[in-house]
């Protein structure tokens, strides 16, 4: 039962945010047009370009869209053109060099008021938590798996978060591996590959697969932020993995934990993954699994 000192706590949360980012204002970060304007420019210079992708990401429907694309147009700030999809019905949106110049500008000053935001913060881990549990929690959209390169900055930032939480978890420092150009390599096609959860332009999982030998593959790295835990985000995960590792010719997968990471032994049980005997020197690892595919 939801009780109503809970229920005031909720309203008063969504007043101060409203009144803080400006959702009310006609002239959002001073550029002169409302929030939900500005969240189209955005969108679409983010590269929500196809009328139905930025439809959908935005929960907007077609008519509202349709307002706030004439006004865009009308500035001189995006163009309309037939998609470069199959479908001749579907249109494109893009941002003309004026829109860029706005797009870059709304960047700017949203990057510069959330640097003001978290420097009044004398807690700005719990809070930055807090901000991630809300996002999960809120968040319309599920969060999207795709392949990603070793060396990309989404990646260097999962594997941050994944070390600041072993050394957490550990009592020790764990800093991110440094990998040679061979290692890289191995996480990617065809030997291997590492994937990101993505939800919002944000990073909330990561795992990797690299080759042990021809026939098996080393699931590693997989690292979920805690806000979006018990929402089957590992799970989707690991069967992504384990896609991956049918579809470029593997035909089992290992991987090791800790004794410190109990949730993730319990894991791989449900998933179906066996207990064998130590294959490898991690001196971290205490659990040794495989799973035939």
Not at 55 to 84: C, I
Not at 220 to 234: E, F, H, I, L, Y
Request: with cysteine; aromatic share 8%; net charge neutral.
């Amino acid at each position: 039962m939801i009780s109503e000192s809970e229920i005031r706590r909720l309203r008063r949360f969504n007043r101060v945010v409203t009144s803080e980012l400006g959702a009310m204002d006609q002239s959002f970060l001073g550029r002169g047009r409302p929030l939900g304007l500005a969240r189209v420019l955005q969108a679409i210079g983010q590269g929500k370009e196809e009328l139905r992708d930025l439809r959908s990401y935005l929960g907007l429907d077609s008519g509202l869209l349709s307002r706030h694309l004439r006004v865009l147009e009308a500035e001189k700030l995006v163009v309309a053109a037939p998609s470069q999809t199959q479908d001749a019905r579907q249109k494109r949106v893009t941002l003309t060099d004026a829109g860029h110049r706005e797009f870059d500008a709304y960047e700017a000053l949203s990057d510069q008021h959330a640097q003001e935001l978290l420097g009044r913060s004398r807690k700005r881990k719990e809070l930055l938590a807090a901000i991630d549990l809300i996002s999960a929690t809120f968040g319309s959209r599920q969060p999207r798996i795709r392949r990603a390169a070793p060396t990309e900055p989404d990646v260097t930032y999962a594997m941050g978060e994944y070390t600041s939480e072993l050394s957490d978890r550990f009592g020790r420092s764990f800093a991110v591996p440094e990998m040679s150009e061979a290692e890289r390599q191995d996480f990617l096609p065809p030997r291997g590959v590492f994937l990101l959860a993505v939800q919002d332009n944000m990073a909330i999982a990561s795992g990797g697969l690299r080759p042990i030998d021809q026939y098996c593959a080393e699931v590693k790295r997989v690292w979920v932020n805690p806000a979006w835990r018990g929402q089957g985000v590992s799970r989707d995960m690991m069967r992504s993995l384990e896609d991956e590792a049918r579809e470029l010719g593997y035909a089992s997968v290992r991987l090791d934990t800790s004794r410190h990471l109990q949730e993730a032994v319990s894991l791989y049980h449900a998933l179906g993954y066996r207990e064998i005997a130590r294959y490898n020197d991690n001196p971290d690892a205490d659990h040794f699994f495989e799973k035939m595919l």
